[in-house]
């Protein structure tokens, strides 16, 4: 079945530095969507885009459809990145039911 | 954007009752997902709930055990049938809009003792 792959599982900075999480997946995928969930639960839609380059603010996303990867770049870390983030594959050529990753949970300190 | 809500936000339960779950959309939207999450672990798509049709489920869940509604396009309700220690967990709606993003509700963290 379809898997995604998130690394790593969980990743300490200092404020300030940058961070780079990884999503693998198993089958061709047409979007790769990032979520980031808060430590209460809630989840927020960060980016989306099925292939190439997408910014929003100090978030960067890369999908590299033919490889079947994406990243997620959050440069200059801050305390309020701490927390879990998602990446969501959809498949092509089916119904729309995204895979989840397990997540790689961030902590920025001070 | 969509934004959903969901009520209650928390819930505890005994083993053996029923509860509901409610999610509103400030919007129309042609489908609404459930979805599972237990703790540290990633999301499990429940079932997807288009309006006035039975909702479809995946593999893992049934009707009978998550029976699901969707009486209108900005509505819908997931209840948990002789609930179990095992169904705890954080349950939540999701929908997409139009550009086909993806957006979840707030969440219910529902605990079975």
């Known amino acids: 079945g379809q898997q995604v792959q998130q690394s790593p599982a969980s990743l300490v900075l200092q404020e300030g530095e940058n961070a780079e999480l990884q999503c693998n997946f198993s089958?061709?995928?047409?979007?790769l969507q990032w979520f980031y969930q808060r430590p209460g639960g809630s989840l927020v839609s960060l980016l989306s885009?099925?292939?190439g380059t997408k910014h929003t603010g100090r978030l960067t996303s890369t999908t590299v459809t033919k490889e079947r990867r994406g990243s997620l770049h959050i440069s200059s870390s801050q305390i309020t990145d701490s927390g879990t983030y998602l990446c969501?594959?959809?498949?092509?050529?089916?119904?729309?039911?995204?895979?989840f990753g397990k997540g790689t949970s961030l902590v920025v300190h001070p | 954007s969509v934004l959903l809500y969901q009520k209650p936000n928390r819930d505890i339960c005994q083993s053996g009752t029923s509860l509901k779950i409610q999610c509103v959309a400030d919007?129309?939207?042609?489908?609404m997902f459930w979805y599972q999450q237990f703790q540290e672990q990633s999301l499990m798509l429940m079932a997807t709930?288009?309006?006035?049709?039975?909702?479809?489920?995946e593999s893992g869940f049934t009707k009978d055990k998550f029976p699901i509604s969707r009486p209108n396009l900005t509505f819908s309700t997931l209840t948990v049938n002789n609930a179990r220690p095992g169904d705890s967990s954080i349950y939540f709606c999701?929908?997409?809009?139009?550009?086909?993003?993806?957006?979840f509700g707030p969440g219910t963290r529902l605990t079975v003792l």
């Open positions: 969501a594959m959809e498949r092509a050529g089916g119904n729309y039911k995204p895979t």
């Open positions: 089958s061709t995928a047409t979007r």
């Open positions: 885009n099925p292939s």
């Open positions: 919007s129309q939207v042609v489908s």
């Open positions: 709930a288009n309006e006035g049709s039975e909702a479809t489920y």
């Open positions: 999701s929908s997409r809009d139009w550009g086909y993003e993806q957006y």
